[in-house]
């Protein structure tokens, strides 16, 4: 198993508090992503990493950021917390090799169950 | 936008049974589709990979199958046991520019029955 952990496992919160999930990788991946998972929409990416520094936006990125200082570490922050955030949330990670990201599997952590009153 | 759909969204089937699982989507513009495995509360497994200008993949008792240009893939179990029983998501990969962009379908939800 590729080595990512995510902390917490699992958080509840109230509405209007800031949160941060954290994503650690072991494997010095260049790629990391964070995804949400919800009942009747699968995952939708919220925010992906291609490098230190380096992020963009995913598909419901919205009431999100995210910051990667060191390879190893991807940060989520909900800035204020809203009961439609309730969740969980993966982080995934993929490596580039000759083709690019885009020829290889992410692989993924074990998830973060957040919950917001 | 690309849209993935999983059909059936929930199968039972006895234990020995043969069984397809069923990805379509709607740009057939990708890199590569997936198959991953999801049981109760806890990550997906990769289990599949093709590349798009390949056909099928396989791995021990799955078969995946991937038809580009009608925008469909196909998951065969063989020889069903209980512990295939979980939730099996496909996923095409699509491109953002700057990093690989995987578009999941909602899953089939297997179980597989003594």
């Known amino acids: 198993d590729a080595g990512i952990t995510q902390s917490p496992r699992h958080k509840v919160t109230e509405t209007g508090t800031p949160v941060t999930l954290r994503c650690h990788q072991t494997?010095?991946?260049?790629?990391m992503y964070w995804y949400r998972q919800d009942p009747g929409h699968g995952l939708r990416l919220i925010h992906y990493?291609?490098?230190?520094?380096?992020?963009d936006k995913g598909e419901v990125s919205d009431g999100y950021s995210v910051s990667r200082s060191k390879t190893e570490d991807f940060l989520l922050t909900l800035e204020s917390a809203t009961s439609s955030q309730t969740s969980v949330y993966f982080c995934?990670?993929?490596?580039?090799?000759?083709?690019?990201?885009?020829?290889?599997?992410?692989?993924f952590g074990p998830g973060t169950r957040l919950l917001v009153l | 936008k690309q849209e993935v759909t999983q059909i059936p969204a929930a199968l039972s089937v006895p234990e020995g049974e043969n069984l397809v699982l069923n990805c379509s989507f709607t740009?057939?513009?990708?890199?590569?589709l997936q198959w991953f495995r999801q049981d109760p509360g806890k990550g997906l497994t990769s289990l599949l990979l093709?590349?798009?200008?390949?056909r099928e993949q396989t791995s021990g008792r799955l078969n995946a199958s991937l038809d580009k240009s009608s925008g469909r893939s196909t998951l065969y179990i063989a020889a069903s046991q209980p512990g295939d029983s979980a939730t099996y998501l496909c996923?095409?990969?699509?491109?953002?520019?700057?990093?690989?962009?995987?578009?999941f379908g909602t899953g089939t939800r297997l179980q597989v029955t003594l």
């Open positions: 996923a095409v990969t699509g491109d953002t520019g700057t990093a690989s962009k995987l578009t």
């Open positions: 093709i590349q798009s200008s390949q």
């Open positions: 740009d057939s513009a990708i890199y590569n």
């Open positions: 995934a990670i993929s490596e580039e090799l000759a083709g690019g990201p885009r020829q290889e599997t992410q692989y």
């Open positions: 494997e010095n991946h260049r790629y």
């Open positions: 990493s291609y490098g230190v520094k380096d992020t």
